[in-house]
């Protein structure tokens, strides 16, 4: 089978969720791949920027906002010489390869000949109303910024309409969630062929075992446990309003009056940035709080092994690669009840879960396992064998697989 994917985003260029889910599925299913690969399938992946020793990425260069349309005419370059069985898109950034594709089909050429799918991530729908202010225990705590309201006046619908086009041309659709299947049917008006959860690459689940010291008698290390940094809370993620930090910031001022050693780590950039520090400030928690920045892929390791919970108080996601990561590391997750977190976190077994905008109900679950390591160690062990056995990349690459083989069935 030679498979085509086109994905805006890729390592290392971009750090992003979809780009590496995608770059983890083209080195599992290749040819080259690190001798993981089961299938031995052709693969190449359409992007904009493509790392020089990349076997798979072909990069289309351009900004941003023109990639459709560069994705779309080099999509008819490749295709005129290479006999793509599958076309697989992520979002709708290959709305223009979509166009050109049943456009081709309609002609009879042979750029028309492959099966089409794509992967909706989130509902542009969902994601515009999440651009609001964000209340931490009923008291406003943050506000968008001018460029998440022009997003939300005038990005998000076009990425809507965008999005409907894309799953109305394509043969197969597929989604992160069973929650994310539903949200695209009902603002979509289309049906979803397969909610398939995204995966973790097997070297994060190794490295982790590593780190906490797996053995046959199931003694297991995965906390720090240390007087002087304890509990070392982890966030990562894009620092923009649905992510709601601020809400974080918040429950970490009233975790610390108990728990004064307490550390937040918050790994990403975004347009909050600077107003969440200087509101770290007013809570009087900056000497507590450390903000890194955007965090090389390669380096995001070392900070899922000193942390000892990772926290996502999103109010609205799709389902979230950093929770993955976070389990596959071995740590017990505190998220909300929005979107596709419940489909990967157990609540009181992997992970505590909240709802959005509660401050007092975060910090009271990051203060249960501050005062029970041994809990903390427990949920940190089942988080990772969830991963082992619903969410490794393996699992992901299985389901797309089964998706691609029904399209090309039906095809024929």
Not at 11 to 27: M, R
Not at 145 to 155: K, M, P
Not at 343 to 364: C, F, K, M, Q, R
Request: charged share 25%; net charge negative.
């Amino acid at each position: 089978m030679h498979i085509l994917t086109v994905s805006n985003t890729y390592p290392p260029a971009d750090i992003s969720g979809v780009g590496s889910l995608v770059f983890e599925l083209a080195h599992l299913f290749g040819e080259e791949g690190r001798g993981e690969a089961k299938h031995g399938d052709r693969v190449s992946v359409l992007t904009r920027h493509a790392p020089a020793d990349d076997p798979y990425a072909v990069g289309v260069g351009g900004p941003k906002i023109l990639f459709p349309l560069f994705a779309g005419w080099r999509f008819l370059q490749l295709a005129r010489t290479t006999p793509y069985d599958v076309v697989h898109l992520h979002e709708s950034d290959g709305v223009m390869v979509a166009v050109f594709h049943r456009l081709a089909r309609l002609l009879g050429l042979r750029a028309g000949r492959s099966r089409l799918a794509v992967t909706l991530h989130v509902s542009y729908v969902r994601e515009r109303l999440s651009v609001r202010p964000i209340r931490a225990d009923g008291k406003v705590v943050s506000r968008p910024t001018g460029s998440e309201r022009v997003f939300a006046w005038f990005r998000a619908p076009l990425l809507s309409f965008l999005g409907k086009l894309t799953a109305r041309l394509c043969d197969g659709i597929a989604t992160p969630s069973k929650v994310t299947a539903t949200e695209i049917e009902e603002d979509y008006g289309v049906r979803v062929d397969a909610a398939i959860p995204n995966g973790v690459s097997r070297w994060i689940a190794r490295d982790a075992e590593a780190v906490e010291g797996d053995s046959a008698s199931g003694e297991d290390d995965a906390s720090n446990e240390d007087d002087s940094c304890w509990p070392a809370v982890l966030f990562v993620g894009r620092l923009r309003t649905r992510k709601a930090a601020a809400v974080l910031l918040e429950a970490f001022a009233i975790l610390l009056r108990d728990w004064p050693q307490a550390q937040l780590i918050l790994a990403g950039n975004g347009e909050h940035r600077e107003v969440l520090e200087e509101h770290a400030e007013a809570l009087g928690i900056a000497a507590s709080t450390r903000f890194l920045g955007a965090v090389p892929r390669a380096e995001m390791d070392h900070w899922y092994r000193i942390a000892d919970v990772f926290c996502l108080p999103s109010i609205y996601e799709g389902f979230p690669v950093t929770i993955l990561e976070a389990m596959a590391a071995g740590l017990p997750i505190v998220s909300t009840t929005v979107s596709g977190i419940p489909e990967a976190i157990e609540d009181g077994v992997s992970g505590y879960l909240v709802e959005p905008e509660n401050a007092t109900a975060l910090a009271e679950a990051l203060a249960r396992l501050a005062a029970d390591p041994e809990l903390t160690r427990t949920m940190g062990r089942n988080a990772r064998r969830a991963v082992r056995e619903q969410f490794s990349i393996e699992a992901t690459a299985e389901a797309y697989l089964a998706l691609w083989q029904k399209l090309l069935a039906d095809a024929s």
